[in-house]
């Protein structure tokens, strides 16, 4: 953009100079009489022009970089829903699996819940890391993840953990994770470590994801023993048709999804966050 405005400058310039002979006479007279100023003008100019077109360039590669990572970390996800209780998300969920919903391609039911983690590999925990469970075969097309087989979770008793959460506790698969809550003793061991926006969508962050997947059923299990500390965030991971690129999608069309989804939601006391 900034390129274009200097071409256009540049040629409203001269088409001012071959147009207007007499304005052209007095800008190369005075030139000629104040050299010291015609070459500060010219400078600044220089300068001016210089400025716009890399601060241009820095913006576009800036955004460019951010829908980048956007593609990465975040997948083919466009919109996630959160519910108040369990019975209103069991019940959204269930009617989303068997409504045909225009703009949606997918839906999948996930829960999260945030434990504090240590490993026997590293002196650090992570506080408040996130187990993720996801109803696996409808997020398969909604975040395929390099070396894993789609469809697939994690077995009981095994972790598969982002690379943010590894980092943290220098895992690797074998490791052992364990659990800090009022039953001691829960552990998982890490099989996989994975790239997948299944463990940073949840953050609503590129920059986080500290999180790991878990077997079905997981999460009720470790709720039962303190139900009134262990609350679960229950979501739908949503997918929009359409191609998804580096562009930015079309305004309306983002409109339209969050209005589809918020009248089929509504029942259920949803909230939609694109």
């Known amino acids: 953009m900034a390129v274009v405005l200097a ?31 015609a070459m500060l003008v010219m400078l600044g100019c220089v300068l001016g022009t210089a400025l716009i077109v890399g601060s241009g360039s820095v913006a576009d590669s800036f955004t460019a970089s951010i829908r980048d990572q956007a593609l990465n970390k975040l997948g083919a996800i466009d919109a996630h829903v959160t519910y108040e209780s369990a019975e209103d998300w069991s019940a959204s969920n269930a009617r989303l699996n068997t409504t045909r919903v225009r703009d949606v391609r997918a839906a999948a039911a996930a829960e999260t819940l945030e434990v504090p983690l240590t490993s026997n590999r590293s002196s650090n925990a992570a506080p408040r890391a996130k187990l993720v469970e996801v109803d696996y075969r409808r997020a398969a097309q909604l975040a395929p993840s390099k070396g894993v087989r789609a469809g697939s979770s994690p077995a009981p008793g ?24 009022k039953v001691p003793g829960q552990r998982f061991r890490v099989t996989k470590i994975v790239n997948s926006a299944l463990v940073t969508f949840v953050d609503s962050s590129l920059d986080s994801g500290q999180n790991l997947l878990v077997s079905p059923g997981t999460i009720a299990k470790i709720q039962q023993q303190d139900p009134a500390a262990l609350v679960p965030r229950y979501l739908t991971l949503v997918e929009a048709t359409g191609r998804h690129t580096k562009a930015p999608p079309h305004p309306a069309a983002v409109e339209r999804l969050r209005a589809t989804l918020t009248d089929l939601i509504t029942p259920f006391n949803g909230s939609v966050a694109m």
């Open 7 to 37: 071409f256009a400058l540049i040629v409203g310039l001269a088409v001012s100079a071959i147009r207007s002979p007499l304005v052209r006479r007095i800008g190369f007279r005075n030139a000629v009489r104040r050299p010291r100023e």
């Open 158 to 181: 095994t972790a598969w953990v982002s690379r943010a959460l590894a980092n943290r506790l220098a895992l690797r698969p074998g490791s052992l994770l364990t659990l800090h809550s």
